[in-house]
């Protein structure tokens, strides 16, 4: 368990160390205040639903679909930098327990995602409230479940990460996963498809924000975890 802290510790700094990061959470932020902004103009015009009764929640959910492209950027190269940059050799002289090393990164990845993801949902909701007619005010339950989906689609970057190695297939394999496919399924409205889409960690992940959906949740839980064994048993196969 120390070894554990001691790893955790190095990846926290590493991490902060880093510019890509805040240049990551700064995108985050203001791709969530303007997809905010924007869908809450259209929750005036009565665009989002026929009733008017959309939430500041309701388009920071909505919001999150442009802001989620800049988390799973940070998340993803958390793991593919070092890769990348050969600094993966340097890292592992350092903590050579491949098994606690991407234990740390998902143990990082899931903090600094989950409180800045809570952050970004009461930035999202705050901008709503401030341009919506109704249904205006922060919701934090909203904003906790932001941070939870954020933190799950985190350690699931990094396990894809350390399965590909490389930034360009693992950023693919992401959006493909979480945002490419699913409407390519939904669209034909076919029972087998759309239960497929379902099961895929996006629409998953959405079910949760939306409706508080329990089989949601452990869905995209399920994802992350598998991602994570995957990219320990790649990382402990393959030589850095």
């Known amino acids: 368990m120390t070894l554990l802290r001691a790893a955790i510790g190095a990846e926290w700094i590493k991490l902060w160390t880093t510019r ?12 969530m205040a303007a997809g905010s902004g924007q869908y809450a103009l259209y ?5 989002l639903d026929d009733q008017g009764t959309a939430t500041a929640g309701t388009v920071a959910v909505m919001a999150l679909g442009f802001a989620q492209l800049a988390f799973l950027a940070l998340a993803m190269l958390v793991m593919t930098s070092e890769f990348s940059t050969g600094t993966i050799r340097a890292t592992l002289s350092w903590i050579p327990s491949r098994g606690r ?3 740390a990164k998902c143990a990082v990845v899931a903090a600094v995602t989950f409180v800045t993801g809570v952050v970004a949902g009461v930035a999202g ?13 922060l919701d934090l339950t909203t904003a906790a479940k932001i941070g939870l989906y954020l933190a799950l689609l985190g350690v699931l ?5 350390a399965a590909f190695r490389g930034p360009v297939v693992t950023l693919v394999v992401l959006l493909m996963l979480v945002v490419a496919v699913p409407p390519l399924l939904q669209v034909p409205d076919i029972a087998v498809l759309n239960g497929i889409a379902d099961a895929m960690p996006g629409v998953a992940g959405d079910h ?3 409706d508080g959906s329990v089989v949601g ?4 839980t ?3 975890v598998a991602a994570a064994v995957a990219g320990r048993m790649l990382l402990m196969k393959k030589d850095a």
């Open 125 to 137: 909701a705050a901008v709503a409230t401030s341009l919506m007619d109704s249904g205006g005010g």
């Open 43 to 47: 929750a005036n015009n009565g665009d």
């Open 208 to 210: 949760f924000l939306r």
């Open 101 to 103: 090393l991407l234990l």
């Open 217 to 220: 949740l452990l869905i995209l």
């Open 157 to 161: 970057a990094v396990g894809l990460g």
């Open 222 to 224: 399920a994802w992350a």
């Open 20 to 31: 890509t990061v805040w240049w990551a959470l700064v995108a985050a932020l203001v791709l």
